[in-house]
């Protein structure tokens, strides 16, 4: 007899309100209590705050909530600066102090690298702290007209598709608050509304950028609409019509000045969101590396130069290798325009099975690594069998820096210095940086 796949009916949530006292915040900084044994995730919740919540997802091993009330609040709890946080999604933290914030992600990487990377014995450094507002230097800007004709402009709300209206946002420079709410009537006032997909509003240090995406190819009335408010806010503008190319419209190639160096980009490349704490970062890292001279230095996940041209600047020669071809060609124009000839970048895919190219046959003195947060683990062995002796390795996720840094240990490597950057205040992620020496 057949027997065919019956799929098993879901569980029915439960619905009731539930009473959880919050015991200690997870790495994201959601508050977690604790129910039928098991752990409950209630994001907006404090330690030593008694919540009532109610269920929103439950697993065989963990359950989610939403906050419904605070029956005893946390001391250091404070009241959101910003009136759309409950219903925005970019920020997470809002509700705590920024010193607790920082607290917060200090514990949370120590605790990582603890446990995953067996390591108790390194001291976590000062590191990058700056300005918890006014910090962001780029955005994106969701686009939606509704049935009736009304253009909403802002940013994603929480686990959810809808779009928050926003009109200032208190984490973005103050040049951007001002570019976004000039760009509103403009916008508003184009003949193809409909088409509008979003806008990326980013900082450089030579004015302000407003990269716009549609749908369709615009209209002309709209195009000169478009190019005229540039000209008359002197904000650079590109947009990126249907499947075609990004194109300048109006103003000189966007550049930010780092470390004595000037390194030029475009709108969709990958810069950090945070102007004065990737120049703090930037510094720490060339001292944990103690440059010299003599040096021959490896530079992974290079992007556009970041680290690689200042680094140029101290040693005797600097390798940067980056997946995307078009970030490799920026970072070869950037190391032109700074007038450096010791720097070399490759392209190759850092996260394939096997790492070849001419690039990987030269004896490095020094590395670093700044990965994306699914982290390094396709380098990590040709990293730790190198003749290194100082490797800084940069992370937006403590979890897989703390992962790939058992690849190091394991080879002979100790942890020496570690590092936490508060790189995005007000929101549960954080940098990190780590330095480790034969």
């Not at 607290?103 to 976590?124: N, P």
């Not at 249907?242 to 490349?269: K, N």
């Amino acid at each position: 007899m057949a027997r065919f796949f019956k799929p098993q009916k879901k569980k029915n949530v439960e619905q009731k309100h539930q009473l959880l006292a919050i015991q200690r915040l997870d790495h994201h900084g959601d508050g977690v209590g604790y129910w039928q044994k098991k752990p409950v995730f209630v994001p907006g919740t404090l330690p030593g705050e008694q919540a009532l919540v109610q269920l929103t997802e439950q697993k065989r091993q963990y359950a989610r909530a939403k906050l419904i009330k605070l029956d005893q609040r946390a001391e250091t709890r404070i009241e959101p600066a910003c009136p759309l946080y409950q219903q925005c999604g970019g920020c997470s933290l809002q509700h705590l102090s920024h010193s607790g914030q920082v607290a917060h992600k200090r514990a949370v990487l120590t605790e990582l690298i603890e446990k995953f990377a067996g390591d108790e014995t390194v001291e976590l450094s000062d590191g990058a702290i700056d300005s918890p507002w006014q910090y962001r230097r780029r955005a994106r800007i969701s686009l939606k007209v509704d049935n009736k004709g009304a253009l909403t402009m802002g940013f994603r709300a929480r686990q959810s598709n809808a779009i928050v209206d926003v009109g200032h946002c208190p984490v973005l420079s103050e040049p951007l608050n001002q570019l976004l709410a000039s760009l509103r009537p403009c916008l508003d006032g184009l003949r193809g509304r409909r088409i509008l997909g979003h806008v990326d509003l980013i900082e450089a240090d030579n004015g302000c950028i407003a990269s716009l995406r549609t749908t369709k190819a615009l209209h002309p009335e709209d195009r000169q609409a478009l190019q005229a408010w540039a000209e008359l806010t002197g904000c650079m503008l590109y947009w990126q019509q249907a499947d075609g190319p990004l194109e300048r419209v109006v103003g000189e190639p966007p550049y930010y000045e780092s470390q004595q160096t000037r390194l030029y980009f475009q709108p969709g490349d990958f810069i950090q969101v945070n102007a004065a704490v990737n120049q703090q970062m930037v510094a720490q890292a060339l001292n944990w590396l103690e440059l010299a001279s003599t040096d021959v230095v490896l530079d992974l996940f290079c992007g556009l130069g970041n680290f690689s041209i200042p680094m140029a600047k101290q040693a005797k020669t600097v390798i940067g290798v980056e997946g995307v071809e078009a970030m490799v060609s920026q970072a070869q124009d950037n190391a032109k325009a700074n007038q450096v000839s010791n720097a070399q970048f490759y392209q190759a895919d850092l996260n394939g099975e096997t790492l070849n190219g001419d690039w990987t046959q030269h004896a490095f003195d020094k590395i670093l690594l700044d990965p994306a947060r699914a982290g390094a683990a396709g380098v990590m062995d040709f990293v730790a069998q190198s003749s290194a002796t100082h490797i800084v390795y940069v992370s937006c996720n403590p979890a897989t820096l703390a992962r790939d840094s058992r690849v190091l240990l394991a080879q002979g490597y100790q942890l020496t210095r570690l590092s936490m950057l508060d790189m995005f205040p007000q929101t549960g992620h954080l940098e990190s940086m780590a330095l480790f020496r034969r």
